[in-house]
């Protein structure tokens, strides 16, 4: 069965220091890969995907992930957490069938001052 | 470009109403487009994919006759949940594939509306 786990239910950081949210996937054929932020009470913004070629991706907002097809991982990274990154994060995988997306059930992402 | 809006953004019915739900792609066009239902701080639920000019596709467990869909043209599909119970609150987001996008475009979401049923 295809899935998305994102082990951390929060991410604690402070502003400044680097943040990792982690994510690994489990499905059948190549993976399509996407991390999307959602602010409260609000839809998904897209940051970035994975598609094929290098496997580290940057995206919006400083944000970068890198693919690792051997441990199935598209963990997210930021290089120096800003207070506005707070939010909840998904990431997301797609499989050839039908577009639709499997989602992670999400890492809520707390920097602090 | 790719913009997505939903309307109402928030609504509020008694219990036994209808409440109908408009996702419009703004500067594209979308023959596909998903509806998701989500709760407090969890992960976004697919309830149905829409397509426009045929039957939605409504994954396991999702009432047909309660959620309503319709995709009448390539930037609209309307979500109507019907006879509405409190247990039918949830925040209710939809999506668009472009036209055309390679299996590898990104999806484009709409901010969402919030239901409340008293």
């Known amino acids: 069965a295809q899935s998305v786990a994102q082990p951390e239910d929060q991410v604690n950081v402070a502003e400044g220091n680097p943040l990792t949210v982690k994510c690994t996937y489990s499905v059948s054929g190549n993976p399509y890969l996407f991390w999307y932020v959602q602010y409260p009470n609000r839809g998904l913004q897209f940051l970035l995907k994975?598609?094929?070629?290098?496997?580290l991706v940057k995206g919006s907002y400083g944000f970068e992930a890198e693919f690792n097809k051997s441990q199935t991982s598209f963990h997210l990274k930021k290089p120096s957490a800003l207070v506005s990154d707070s939010a909840l994060y998904f990431c997301a995988v797609r499989v050839y069938q039908g577009g639709k997306l499997i989602f992670g059930q999400g890492t809520e992402l707390s920097v602090k001052p | 470009g790719a913009v997505v809006s939903q309307h109402p953004s928030w609504v509020i019915c008694k219990s036994g109403t209808s409440v109908k739900i408009e996702c419009r792609s703004l500067?594209?066009?979308?023959?596909?487009m998903f509806w998701y239902r989500q709760f407090p701080k969890q992960s976004l639920m697919l309830m149905a994919t829409s397509n426009e000019g045929s039957k939605a596709t409504y994954e396991q467990g999702v009432e047909k006759d309660k959620f309503l869909i319709n995709h009448a043209s390539l930037t609209l599909s309307t979500l109507t949940v019907t006879s509405a119970h409190p247990e039918d609150s949830s925040f209710y987001i939809c999506?668009?594939?472009?036209?055309?996008?390679?299996?590898?475009?990104?999806?484009?979401f709409g901010p969402g509306t919030r239901l409340t049923v008293l």
């Open positions: 994975y598609i094929t070629g290098d496997n």
């Open positions: 999506s668009a594939i472009p036209l055309k996008a390679g299996n590898g475009n990104e999806q484009f």
């Open positions: 500067d594209f066009q979308a023959t596909t």
